[in-house]
């Protein structure tokens, strides 16, 4: 099973400033509050190519994560561990370039691929109008629930009556009712999620265009201070 969901968005911000933000969203919870179920973010790598000048980094983001009810229903605990709340670790790589303005990324979860792979491509990039105070973004997400197709091929060769008065609750709710659920319910937190993702871009935009990026890493460097402090 492969489903794909693509939403289209601009900001009314220039590129520079948006590929920044897009490196800065996750940096302080006091900064963007639709950031605060992220954990840590590590750089693996970061280096700009010297044939292109494109900048490339890899980061590896921690996430508080919690698996919807519906879908723990379908899962069993062996999968699971019987919890629903689960840190997942999200892998990121991005490509910059400045000169051509623009910038690919792509996130993929580390967890649970077994059951749901959800990788998340985005294109930002100078408006063919070259309206150069605002930047495009198409995010594409792609579904693939390992799962299903699993369930399908094991269901496809057994007989489907027996199975389900034999095979309990997987059996009675088939390969196709397992895939529609993941499947809807993973569409629809990923538009809540996209969402949220604006949202908090946005406010990281405002937080550079009003006091500049000192001022952004100088909250972030206080926001830190201050959680060290409590902590």
Same mark, same amino acid.
């Given at each position: 099973?492969?489903?794909?969901?693509?939403?289209?968005?601009?900001?009314?911000?220039?590129?520079?400033?948006?590929?920044?933000?897009?490196?800065?969203?996750?940096?302080?919870?006091?900064? /963007?509050?639709?950031?605060?179920? %992220? $954990? &840590?973010?590590?750089?693996?790598?970061?280096?700009?190519? +010297?044939? #292109?000048?494109? *900048?490339?980094?890899?980061?590896?983001?921690?996430?508080?994560?919690?698996?919807?009810?519906?879908?723990?229903?379908?899962?069993?605990?062996?999968?699971?561990?019987?919890?629903?709340?689960?840190?997942?670790?999200?892998?990121?790589?991005?490509?910059?370039?400045?000169?051509?303005?623009?910038?690919?990324?792509?996130?993929? /979860?580390?967890?649970?691929?077994? %059951? $749901? &792979?959800?990788?998340?491509?985005?294109?930002?990039?100078? +408006?063919? #109008?070259?309206? *150069?105070?605002?930047?495009?973004?198409?995010?594409?997400?792609?579904?693939?629930?390992?799962?299903?197709?699993?369930?399908?091929?094991?269901?496809?060769?057994?007989?489907?009556?027996?199975?389900?008065?034999?095979?309990?609750?997987?059996?009675?709710?088939?390969?196709?009712?397992?895939?529609?659920?993941?499947?809807?319910?993973?569409?629809?937190?990923?538009?809540?999620?996209?969402?949220?993702?604006?949202?908090?871009?946005?406010?990281?935009?405002?937080?550079?265009?009003?006091?500049?990026?000192?001022?952004?890493?100088?909250?972030?460097?206080?926001?830190?201070?201050?959680?060290?402090?409590?902590?």
């Amino acid at each position: 099973m492969v489903l794909t969901h693509t939403t289209n968005h601009t900001y009314a911000h220039p590129f520079p400033a948006v590929s920044l933000a897009f490196f800065l969203r996750y940096c302080s919870p006091q900064l /963007n509050p639709f950031a605060s179920h %992220v $954990l &840590s973010t590590d750089t693996i790598d970061s280096h700009i190519d +010297p044939a #292109t000048g494109r *900048l490339h980094t890899t980061r590896i983001h921690l996430k508080k994560s919690r698996m919807p009810p519906a879908v723990m229903k379908l899962l069993p605990t062996t999968l699971t561990g019987g919890t629903a709340s689960q840190a997942s670790y999200i892998l990121e790589t991005s490509v910059v370039d400045m000169r051509e303005g623009w910038m690919s990324t792509e996130s993929r /979860n580390l967890n649970f691929v077994g %059951v $749901l &792979s959800v990788v998340e491509r985005q294109m930002y990039s100078i +408006p063919k #109008t070259r309206t *150069l105070d605002n930047t495009e973004v198409e995010t594409k997400v792609v579904f693939r629930s390992r799962l299903g197709e699993k369930l399908r091929d094991k269901l496809s060769h057994q007989n489907l009556s027996t199975t389900a008065q034999e095979g309990g609750f997987f059996a009675r709710l088939g390969a196709r009712g397992i895939q529609r659920s993941i499947e809807t319910l993973a569409s629809t937190k990923t538009q809540d999620q996209l969402g949220k993702s604006r949202e908090g871009m946005k406010m990281i935009l405002e937080r550079l265009r009003q006091t500049g990026i000192i001022g952004v890493l100088e909250l972030r460097r206080a926001a830190r201070e201050r959680s060290m402090a409590a902590a």
